[in-house]
């Protein structure tokens, strides 16, 4: 179901045409939504998703090398690699997971997202949906 709120909030976003996936959180937050009825919003508006914060796309033409800051190398401590191994099941770790990683040892979250790549690790699924 369509939430006018949601719509509005996106439509005023000055993007062109985008939404990055801060704005696309800060969007649930203030209206107490979860970010993946934001995220679904965008898509049935034709906005798409940029800049992820774990760096998987949104930093440059789609195709290129710059598209995604994922594949930077990265120096994390031991115990955020081990944290990382143990959230993911399947070879698969949750975007929302990465967060709270990130979030509880003090680092950006693009920096968990590499250390992810690094590991071999795939990210899925994106909290607003985009993957």
Known sequence: MSDARIRDMIARNPG???????????????LGVAPLEVGREATDMGVKLDQCQLGL??????????????????????EVLDAIRSA????????AELWRIADAM?????EVGNAADSLGIKIAPCQLGAF
Do not use: N, P, T, W
């Open 106 to 110: 003090g680092l950006a979250r693009a």
């Open 88 to 95: 993911a099941r399947g070879g698969r770790v949750a975007c």
């Open 16 to 30: 062109g045409g985008k939404l990055q996936c801060a704005v696309a959180h800060y969007i649930a937050a203030s």
């Open 57 to 78: 796309f949104g930093y440059g033409r789609k195709g290129r090398s710059s598209y995604k800051i994922l594949g930077r190398k990265v120096e994390v401590e031991k």
